[in-house]
């Protein structure tokens, strides 16, 4: 016997039988306790402060991270100004090494007198 037709034959047993109400619980089902109206004030009250405590919790997380990436851009427009400088500094020694090492500045002396001119 399949599982379809064991479960169309146990409805219809059911049916016959008459004992099967659905959803009998949800109808029967009333409230034990029900809240006056200082305890609803009282919860709404208590449900509102916990919603605002969250609330600023956020933003109080949103402040921090906003001082934090406000030092970490200090932070990186100072390393990127020191970097800069840094590539002038190696511009500047390379083009040093590089006329020193030259082939026009081979041949030249040093100079062994300076005379100034003075007018």
């Known amino acids: 016997m399949y599982y379809q037709q064991t479960m169309a034959q146990s409805r219809t047993s059911r049916k016959r039988s008459g004992s099967v109400h659905r959803n009998r ?3 029967s089902w009333k409230a ?4 006056g109206p200082v305890t609803s004030t009282l919860f709404l009250v208590v449900i509102a402060s916990v919603l605002a405590l ?10 921090v991270y906003g001082y934090q990436i406000n030092e970490l851009n200090t932070e990186q427009a100072a390393l990127i100004e ?3 400088e840094l590539r002038v500094e190696a511009a500047r020694l390379q083009s040093v090494a590089r006329i020193e090492g030259s082939e026009v500045t081979a041949g030249l002396e040093p100079e062994t007198s300076v005379s100034y001119d003075s007018r």
């Open 25 to 27: 619980e949800l109808r």
């Open 82 to 84: 020191e970097q800069q």
């Open 32 to 35: 034990t306790a029900n809240m």
């Open 54 to 63: 969250l609330y600023l919790t956020q933003i109080t997380k949103t402040s």
